[in-house]
């Protein structure tokens, strides 16, 4: 089992701007230390500070969603994770997976009628609810997440 592969950093954690890149394997066990080293780098930078739990939590599904649809599982497959801390106030997570996407107008919500009893749609849903801001690219296969 390796780990994720080292982070790549375009901007110094000390400076007002910054920019992780890791890639994860498409395997679960990936998903952990990947959400470890970006909180651990988000943490350093200073710029998370009470708002740790949405953010983790939120990356944590949105890894999940990628490995377990975008990569099948599949330790070939990887998942790219970009965390960028710019000009703007807070944190910028973009999750991109190499699948074919989904629309996600087309996911009920789980507190509705009988989707309560699906086990679908819970991660998207929580998502949306923990980050400020929520946006697809690549037909879905991309997720943009901001938390000010």
């Known amino acids: 089992m390796s780990a994720p592969a080292p982070p790549r950093r375009d901007l110094e954690p000390g400076s007002s701007e910054f920019r992780l890149h ?3 394997p498409g395997r679960v066990s990936a998903i952990t230390p990947a959400v470890e080293r970006v909180m651990t780098t988000l943490r350093a930078v200073r710029r998370v500070h009470g708002r740790e739990f949405e953010i983790e939590t939120a990356l944590r599904e949105a890894l999940s969603n990628a490995v377990r649809h975008g990569c099948r599982e599949d330790p ?13 106030p807070g944190v910028l997570i973009v999750v991109s997976d190499p699948g074919r996407g989904f629309d996600p107008a087309q ?7 009988p989707n309560v009893y699906r086990h679908h749609g819970r991660g998207l849903y929580l998502i949306r609810q923990l980050m400020d801001e929520v946006t697809f690219a690549r037909a879905g296969a991309e997720i943009r997440m901001r938390k000010r």
């Open 76 to 88: 070939g497959k990887s998942v790219d994770v970009t965390v960028t801390c710019d000009a703007e």
């Open 22 to 24: 890791i890639q994860v």
């Open 107 to 113: 996911v009920p919500s789980p507190t509705v009628g």
